[in-house]
DNA sequence: AAATGTGATCTAGATCACATTT
DNA sequence: AAATGTGATCTAGATCACATTT
């Protein structure tokens, strides 16, 4: 198998989640989805996590290798801050971003829980801060602490969730209607807000070639559906950064 | 929200999941992968499967609709015996099938954890048989039950590895290796033995339609490929049945 | 009648080769 | 130098229309 990402420029850009600057000029900054504040209240006392066994908080600079695909699972892995991405490379050499990680996701869990290899790669997008604990660690915090099971039920569950729609979306949508899914989950992310009706600038934490490992296209056709897109007035493109210029006809393309 | 999918002639055949004979001289029947045995083991007591709160088997006629996408999740079944299909429609119209699920897997779990809709609709393609819970007895099962909540996560772990799998196969592989995957798996399914390097009688429980959407591709591209597979010796078709000749160059051919 | 097959044609997306940016 | 872009060409797979099986 050969080695894995290779490191790039994005290890002196730091963090670059966040979007740099809004364009917007309404500003009802709403409270997040109720999901996520239900996860929030799952991990919000550090203090408890410390004493249900994860280890400290340990920070990775980007282009980091956290886990690797088809080795024994060690570990468990649970995301603080920062992005990692999940990948694959199968044995024609194709690899596949399967998705996204960040804040209040773990990383691994299923394949320590069934004593198998690891399924992906985790590669830290940008820095990163994490906690893990061992396998041995990890089963014993669960037979002993049925909150934590059930935690990690509903954390199991919203990654199963979650990638039954990235599964649905490669069978069932074209390429261009994918890009528009994941440009928009970009979106709604740096928003975080209810009212997407307005022009966004979003800096892509991802380069042109993983966007496209994300949605199973080259990335030279990656780059003529941008282009598409462009010519559509849906995004504008500005250096590094992209500006989406209409969020609901990029929701409304998507299909789903 | 059109009408899901209509019945079929499959109405009236009845179990077709089984091999209807193998050709097989050799005979090794060795035991099954460690892995299923383990699941044997935490399904094998009726009475206790009875007293956690399951309720009674219930069995179903093929093609009947267990649950529906995007319909509130109120109940989790758990897969006694036969042959279902996860599927799910987008706004296009067109259909994918997720995958398929058996004896000892169970279907709707992530949804009533997440306290979402069904993300797929969950269809008998054989008699089948199954148990059910309402989402607050499964709720109350968990927390009342290390033992039963420890099997769910295990259980939910399975689904998050093969639905990986599913993801990779799509986002990487071609169709023809997509299809060779696909016989692969239910040949092995239907032998259960280590040793493949043999002709393999199977009677595939799908409609080609049905193999078509597992693949996502059409069913005229797929009847090509099953052309191209049949040029190149690797299966032969007999009205109904298929028989593998070639188990291995299956194998081979699927790039994982 | 529904499922399957097949031929003719079209197109989304891949591949390759090279230019331009960062 | 790595990432991005772009033009020319190829091909896997879709679409449509119709024939053949079950």
Redesign the pocket.
């Known amino acids: 198998m050969r080695h894995l990402s290779?490191?790039?420029?994005?290890q002196e850009e730091g963090h670059n989640v966040q979007a740099r600057g809004n364009i917007v000029t309404s500003s009802s900054r709403k409270a997040r989805r109720a999901f996520d504040g239900f996860l929030d209240i799952l991990f919000r006392r550090k203090a408890d996590t410390n004493a249900l066994g994860w280890g400290p908080s340990r920070t990775y600079l980007p282009c980091t290798e956290i886990l690797r695909q088809d080795t024994p699972a060690k570990a468990v892995f649970l995301v603080e801050s920062g992005l990692l991405k999940l990948s694959r490379i199968v044995d024609t050499g194709?690899e596949v971003i399967a998705g996204l990680r960040r804040q209040h996701w773990i990383i691994g869990a299923p394949a320590v829980l069934l004593g198998k290899a690891y399924s992906f790669t985790a590669t830290t997008l940008t820095h990163c801060s994490l906690r893990s604990v061992s396998a041995e660690t990890f089963v014993n915090m669960l037979s002993t602490d049925p909150n934590f099971s059930f935690q990690m039920l509903v954390m199991l569950s919203r990654e199963y969730y979650k990638q039954s729609e990235t599964l649905v979306c490669l069978g069932c949508?074209?390429?261009?209607?994918?890009l528009k899914q994941l440009l928009y989950e970009i979106t709604a992310e740096v928003q975080r807000s209810s009212d997407l009706h307005q022009r966004v600038k979003i800096q892509v934490p991802?380069?042109?070639?993983?966007?496209?490992q994300m949605i199973?296209?080259?990335?030279?056709?990656?780059?003529?559906?941008?282009?598409k897109l462009e010519e559509e007035k849906i995004i504008t493109?500005d250096?590094?950064s992209l500006i989406v210029n209409d969020t609901q006809r990029l929701k409304q393309g998507c299909g789903l």
């Open positions: 290779n490191c790039c420029r994005r194709r949508l074209p390429a261009i209607d994918r991802l380069k042109h070639l993983e966007m496209a199973a296209i080259t990335p030279e056709h990656l780059c003529r559906l941008l282009n493109r250096k590094g």
